[in-house]
């Protein structure tokens, strides 16, 4: 854990939180900040900024909760956003996955997807490139 890190604090107890769930990898709370009713974040208790940063165990766990807290929340219909970096809109330096319950079009995360057409011969390049490098 990162001694200046809120969520590290907050997974040790120093900062209060309102904790849905915790394990020995796992970490669950509700957001303070809230975009609807339920919105909860789920973190590796494994300290990392981006994704990877964090080894594949630390991870194993993550997904299996959010589909519980999901579950728990009564959420027909939720978004769940982890974002790496500040480009990406990263505020906290410790990985985190939000669950964002969507009630209606006015509450939940809103997201605007500026889709463009694409080249197939240069998707399938890049498809080739990345499955090199995997």
Known sequence: MAAACIFC??????????????????FAFLDIQPLSRGHALVIPKHHGALLTDIPDGALAEILPVVKKLA??????????????????????????????????????????????????DALRRLGDEIRAKM
């Open 9 to 26: 604090k907050i997974i040790k107890g120093e900062i209060p939180s309102f904790k849905l769930f915790e394990s020995d990898a796992v």
């Open 71 to 120: 579950q728990a929340t009564g959420a027909a219909e939720y978004n769940v956003l982890q974002n790496n970096g500040r480009l990406a809109h990263q505020v906290v330096d410790h990985v985190h996955f939000h669950l964002i319950p969507k009630p209606n079009a006015a509450e939940g995360l809103g997201i605007v997807w500026p889709a463009t057409e694409s080249d197939k």
